[in-house]
């Protein structure tokens, strides 16, 4: 529209430079002002009769005879003489170098527009030739230093590095299965009196839990006493091993055997106490009470070492192994770590969650871990040996390749296509495609990726035209 305007109005300057002739003082030509206000650059002000007025602030407002702006500044007057030019004033071209061919021209606003001889675009502007040799076969860009430091395009070689992977997830504590003891009794038994023991109450080891009378035990308690204070048994041990295994049998504490031995007297009731050290889970036992055999009265168990149970995504299962170091956080004790390793990964996935359970061995002195509580496991299934890595950001990662941009100096960059494997601290593994100290470039990978592409894409278009 501009330029429609500038045209209507050389028309009219040219019309009026036929008929009107007004004698005026030396003033600066509006046309030129205005030029210089677009253009940036001063010009000489000529001498002669104005043929219009421009405003003074350069604006698109015109007038065959003197006029004033609404703030009463005076229109500006333009002489005939004026170099009214309604083109962009032609770019500066550095002249080519006098060693090397110009291959092609290319558009100068990178659009995939090529041609074998010098040419404008719409807009006027010359196309951009390439020379030979900066349009190489092996796919790598170059760019200028201005533009390299524009961009922030930063480089870092590849390096032999260990990876550390860590793999998040939730998971309980529960109970190790193998430290659990049940108390039932092995015979028709009554509770003669139950210690003060609840549910949740710490026991040791042979403390009494209860005393109960049972008619079977009674009777092998004195058969075996009868065995030992017998004249013609009492020097031979052989004959009482049948009678002491009955007591075992029925499920009588040692320390009632023994007691029966050293006083060779037949108890009436008897103490029955806790197999092991741990916490009562549960209690049936009550005072006065008729037990069956095969009734659970207590169930105690040890918890100085307890399970955490992981849930694993499946997508990870390929990655754990038995051995591999955890470290495990309760949400109660968020600044505590408890650290163990995996004893045991299940070998089936929940089809609904789409995880695999993994056991983790946790040491518990303090009971501070208790079952069913909610903890937070990180499995570090990285190795200590050094791999070939590359900062992550390095790998532009479309989905079906991985590339890197390989710095060759002096500004050129090569796409390279690599494999890559775990990734891990910021790290990523280079399993082929690079060697140990190619750099690589880690920040502006995008804007050279974008670069290589128009380039390839003007090359397409390149060898068209010339064919």
């Known amino acids: 529209m501009k330029r429609s305007v500038l045209a209507v109005i050389a028309i009219a300057v040219v019309a009026a430079a036929a008929v009107v ?100 675009d719409s807009m006027g502007m010359d196309y951009i030739p390439v020379y030979e040799g900066e349009d190489s076969d092996d796919g790598s860009v170059k760019l200028s230093s201005g533009k390299i430091q524009r961009t922030g395009v930063k480089s870092e070689p590849a390096a032999l590095r260990p990876i550390r992977t860590v793999v998040r997830a939730p998971g309980t504590i529960q109970l190790d299965e193998r430290r659990v003891s049940v108390i039932a009794m092995r015979a028709e038994t009554y509770l003669q009196s139950v210690a003060d023991v609840t549910t949740g109450t710490f026991v040791k080891k042979g403390q009494a839990l209860m005393q109960v009378y049972s008619p079977a035990v009674s009777s092998a308690a004195a058969e075996y006493v009868t065995t030992l204070t017998s004249r013609t048994t009492a020097g031979e041990p052989s004959y009482g091993r049948g009678s002491r295994q009955r007591l075992m049998n029925l499920d009588v504490p040692d320390a009632v055997i023994a007691e029966i031995e050293k006083t060779r007297v037949v108890p009436v009731t008897v103490d029955w106490s806790a197999p092991r050290d741990g916490l009562v889970l549960e209690r049936n036992a009550v005072q006065g009470m008729r037990a069956q055999p095969g009734d659970v009265l207590f169930r105690v168990a040890d918890t100085s070492v307890v399970w955490a149970m992981i849930d694993v995504a499946e997508r990870d299962l390929g990655s754990l192994a038995v051995g591999q170091p955890v470290t495990v956080r309760a949400r109660s004790f968020p600044t505590r770590d408890f650290s163990g390793k995996i004893s045991v990964v299940y070998p089936q996935v929940n089809r609904e969650t789409r995880t695999a359970r993994v056991r983790v061995e946790l040491d518990n002195p303090d009971l501070a871990l208790l079952p069913d509580m909610y903890v937070d496991a990180d499995i570090d299934i990285g190795g200590a040996e050094p791999v070939l890595t590359v900062p992550d950001s390095s790998v532009l990662d479309t989905g079906a390749r991985q590339v890197v941009l390989v710095d060759k100096g002096e500004g050129r960059f090569e796409p390279r296509d690599v494999k890559v494997g775990r990734r891990g601290g910021g790290l990523m593994e280079i399993r082929s495609g690079l060697k140990d100290g190619e750099p690589v470039v880690v920040a502006a990978n995008f804007l050279i990726d974008a670069e290589s592409n128009l380039k390839a894409a003007l090359k397409g278009f390149a060898e068209g035209a010339q064919q």
């Open 21 to 120: 002739v007004i004698s005026r003082p030396s003033v600066r030509s509006g046309a030129q002002i205005w030029l210089g206000h677009v253009m940036g650059k001063p010009s000489a002000v000529p001498l002669g009769a104005a043929i219009y007025y421009q405003d003074p602030d350069g604006k698109p407002a015109y007038s065959m005879t003197p006029k004033k702006t609404p703030d009463g500044r005076d229109y500006r007057a333009v002489p005939p003489g004026a170099d009214i030019s309604f083109n962009d004033p032609p770019a500066e071209v550095a002249a080519a170098p006098a060693d090397r061919k110009i291959k092609y021209y290319r558009n100068p606003m990178g659009l995939p527009d090529v041609s074998s001889t010098p040419k404008k």
